[in-house]
């Protein structure tokens, strides 16, 4: 079965940096755009950053756009996410998730397939 477990979460200051790790699975890695939403408490789950399938493609949300950075290694079958200047409303549940879909719609949490369990991201003030 098809498997995505995230790691490299934990606890940071602002201002601080961390790389959140997503391996796949049970699927052809190489086939899927990958994306990394949150969930913050009380909040519903956001689009954070999307990777086309050849890694050609990529989009970010306003509020991370150029203090993330989204890659991944097809021969590892692993999708990143470098997350620099972190902020405390960055705190949240991440998660990395699969779809087969178009690049137009790699930022709709309706179009992905496949999640991950989410790991821990909490960044103190």
Same mark, same amino acid.
């Given at each position: 079965?098809?498997?995505?477990?995230? @790691?490299?979460?934990?606890? /940071?200051? $602002?201002?601080? +940096?961390?790389?959140?790790?997503?391996? $796949?699975?049970?699927?052809?890695? +190489?086939?899927?755009?990958? %994306?990394?939403?949150?969930?913050? #408490?009380?909040?519903?789950?956001?689009?954070?950053?999307?990777? @086309?399938?050849?890694? $050609?493609?990529?989009?970010?949300?306003? +509020?991370?756009?150029?203090?993330?950075?989204?890659?991944?290694?097809?021969?590892?079958?692993?999708?990143?996410?470098?997350?620099? +200047?972190?902020? #405390?409303?960055?705190?949240?549940?991440?998660?990395?998730?699969? %779809?087969?879909?178009?690049?137009?719609?790699?930022?709709?949490?309706?179009?992905?397939?496949?999640?991950?369990?989410?790991?821990?991201?909490? /960044?103190?003030?």
């Amino acid at each position: 079965q098809v498997q995505l477990v995230e @790691s490299g979460g934990g606890l /940071v200051q $602002a201002g601080g +940096s961390l790389r959140l790790s997503c391996a $796949a699975s049970g699927l052809t890695f +190489s086939n899927y755009n990958m %994306g990394w939403f949150r969930q913050a #408490p009380g909040k519903e789950r956001e689009f954070v950053a999307a990777i @086309s399938w050849n890694g $050609a493609s990529t989009v970010y949300a306003d +509020s991370v756009q150029g203090r993330f950075t989204i890659s991944r290694d097809n021969a590892k079958n692993t999708v990143y996410l470098q997350m620099n +200047s972190l902020k #405390p409303e960055d705190t949240a549940v991440f998660y990395c998730a699969a %779809g087969w879909m178009s690049i137009g719609t790699m930022t709709r949490r309706q179009e992905y397939d496949y999640w991950g369990q989410g790991t821990q991201v909490t /960044v103190s003030s």
